[in-house]
């Protein structure tokens, strides 16, 4: 791997580790500063779903930049903010009309959980302040999202200061040997929220929280049959609010706009982020049914809010986003190239008996390593073959996202999510650099 500007910087992340410094981008490619091109194999972090330097978005923007770049919600309503709200409205699902604008998925959840508690308080039941999620899963890094997060290796350091909520297992029905396609798998994973309910007292249980197809922390697991109209009749019969994560989904990744969409599902709240503004301006929203804002701007108002809330920077370019998926039909290549690539990926298991599991919807696609197919047993602890694959694809000019957690405990796997512009000629690609670089680890 190419590692330019090697000087000392007061930059950082996670760790010390560098990477080659971003030139420009264009489509589904990044350059380096030394020329070194790369295919975006991840989207970023599955952010950038329409490519980069997209020319619609680029003009919206310019054309915004130089009217206003920010104009405080206390002191001013935007158009692009208004504009962007009612299309949004229009696009959710069972009528959720009413969006709050937010920088970013952990802010959105936020957002979810503190309009849930109020709603509560306002509707006269204050003692509900549970929000049940699942195990793993992956909601955000700020405190409140993170006690709703259901990944150890992240939450372990904070536990003594946020207030951990309850969680349910995620449906791995591969793990466990279940046949996802059977509407019995689906009942039996998610009648575990309803024991999870009936052990917490119905009565503390405020709200439910899930990916409908899971990101990261998964790896694109796709819920089985059955699983997600289980929970919303669940958390109806205990009048639960039910919150769809679909910061990573929402957008048009799986080939439909919501996740959720693909089971005809609404919950009572949603959240989006990601792919809202793909990467061309922080931007999130969580967008809630009238009948659980009006109650809490009854009761004086909600209790919340972010500086950059509605930012018309932002949201001229979510606007042009959105329309540039619609336009482009960017949903209807994401299932087309989404099924091609799945069936390419799904190849590798003839190949290499390490690949235990192919997954996902449209082009949020993923790849599990495991020590034995027959168990599935993880990869041992420490085993360097998951981080090289990493590097070795970048090597080759690709880039995939990991999450290496099952040698901990949750599971090793790859993410696969191009841009939703992606062509024939890109699988081509993203496949050649893939198998150079299984092929080494083998
Ligand atoms: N929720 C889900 C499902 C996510 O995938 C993420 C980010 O990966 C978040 C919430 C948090 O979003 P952000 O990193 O923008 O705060």
Redesign the pocket.
Known sequence: MTTPNRQPSHLFYQTRRRRPMLDQARGVYMWDVDGKRYLDGSSG??VCNIGHSNERVLEAMRRQMVKSTFGYRLHFETEPAERLAAKTASLCPGGLNKVFFV???????ESAIKLARQWAIAVGEPQRYKVISRYP??????LG?LALTGYAPMTAPFDPMMRAMPKIPAPRAYLDGLDPTKEGTGHHYANMLEERILQEGPETVLGFIV?PV????TGALVPPTGYMARIREICDRHGILLIH?????GGGRTGRFWGAEHWGVAPDIL?I??GFAAGYA?L?AMVAHDRVVEPVLDKGGFIHGYTYAGNPLACAAGLAVVEEIETQGLMANAERMGNELKRRLKGLMDRYDFIGDVRGSGLLLAFELVADRRTMAPLPKGLNAFDRLVELAYERGLIIYSRRTRGGLEGDHFLVCPPMIVEESHLDEIMAALTAALDEVA
């Open positions: 972090a599955m920088s970013g998925g952990s802010e959105a959840v899963s992956y909601h955000g890094s700020s999202a990916e899971g990101g990261a922390s994560d679909e910061v990573m989904t959240v982020s990601k922080p999130g």
